[in-house]
């Protein structure tokens, strides 16, 4: 009974990250301070601004396959072929979201206004950057430990 309510909690907090990261993704593009000057169209229009959208597919992409994972977990499906691949899939997600991010880094590094000083926006990166590769190593690691258990338990139903 606490292992289900304690799950169903984690799939809302998916849930509630996913609605907070929405409402960010419409709402700080508005706060931009050039974005005054401009019509709906051209704010969200803003390649930068594209590209953040784009690169937000992958996160959602991680927190579904998180919640199908919990799922899988409330299910006691834990030991299957599909929690390992909804691991892989969030390894990846984050690995793609890791060089996206410092891909945009970069670019702000690089070809930003002159006048603009880029030490918080490279300071953001650097932190989400590192967060990725700490989720990335996380996922890596579990999917090779519920691999070698799938296995095992493969080898234990082909004895039996």
């Not at 169903?8 to 709402?27: C, N």
């Not at 709906?40 to 396959?65: E, M, N, Q, R």
């Not at 945009?104 to 590769?133: Q, W």
Request: with cysteine; glycine share 4%; charged share 15%.
């Amino acid at each position: 009974m606490v292992k289900g309510v304690s799950i169903i909690f984690l799939q809302a907090v998916i849930i509630l990250i996913s609605l907070v990261t929405v409402a960010l993704l419409i709402w700080l593009p508005l706060t931009e301070g050039r974005a005054a000057n401009l019509s709906l169209f051209h704010i969200y229009s803003d390649p930068f601004v594209l590209y953040s959208y784009t690169g937000s597919i992958a996160f959602f992409i991680a927190l579904y396959k998180a919640f199908k994972l919990l799922g899988y977990v409330r299910q006691n499906k834990v030991v299957t072929t599909e929690s390992v691949k909804a691991l892989r899939s969030i390894k990846y997600c984050a690995v793609l979201i890791g060089i996206l991010i410092v891909l945009a880094g970069m670019y702000i590094r690089f070809f930003h206004n002159k006048e603009d000083d880029p030490a918080g926006f490279l300071a953001i990166c650097t932190v989400a950057a590192f967060a990725s590769v700490v989720v990335a190593a996380a996922a890596a690691l579990f999917e090779k430990v519920l691999q070698n258990a799938v296995d095992m338990k493969s080898e234990n139903d082909l004895t039996i």
